[in-house]
């Protein structure tokens, strides 16, 4: 396991507990708040900003302008973006992409898990702390916005 799996591990108390998950499960619960966040992105909401549905682009353009680990979850059809702790109620793009912290917990794939079915990493993280960047983050919500708002007119 990377250095950067072991970090997020220690979002609990007991940070032997994920690794137990992991290896037994493919998947860890980890409670969010503590080193991180996640923020939320519908599918249509990430095609409408990278202008394909196709998972290879859509992979590329999330590891280029999020610069950080993103999650994918294909029943839910739903992507997470792993951000610093920040306060929910100060995000502004709650109504769009939904920031979930302190109170809420996380499927967290193990590290081998990268798809194309299931839960899996679009982007694994790559060093200890890697989170993607509230500002990049908000940047893919605002550039979805034209391509969202032509579709209800």
């Not at 990377?2 to 037994?24: G, N």
């Not at 409408?48 to 680990?69: I, K, N």
């Not at 990268?114 to 790559?126: E, F, N, Q, S």
Request: proline share 8%; charged share 20%.
């Amino acid at each position: 396991m990377s250095a950067a799996f072991d970090w997020l591990a220690r979002a609990l108390d007991e940070p032997q507990q994920a690794r137990r998950e992991w290896d037994e499960r493919g998947v860890a619960l980890l409670p969010l708040g503590k080193r991180f966040n996640i923020v939320c992105l519908t599918a249509r909401l990430v095609h409408a900003a990278v202008g394909t549905a196709d998972l290879d682009a859509v992979t590329a353009t999330l590891a280029e302008l999020l610069r950080g680990p993103v999650i994918y979850n294909d029943t839910q059809h739903a992507y997470y973006a792993l951000t610093e702790p920040y306060p929910t109620a100060r995000w502004e793009y709650a109504a769009e992409a939904p920031m979930l912290g302190s109170g809420h917990h996380l499927c967290m794939p193990a590290f081998d898990l990268t798809g194309p079915t299931g839960l899996y990493w679009a982007v694994p993280p790559r060093i200890v702390g890697d989170l993607c960047p509230l500002p990049s983050v908000a940047a893919l919500v605002h550039i979805a916005r034209v391509p969202l708002q032509g579709r209800t007119r």
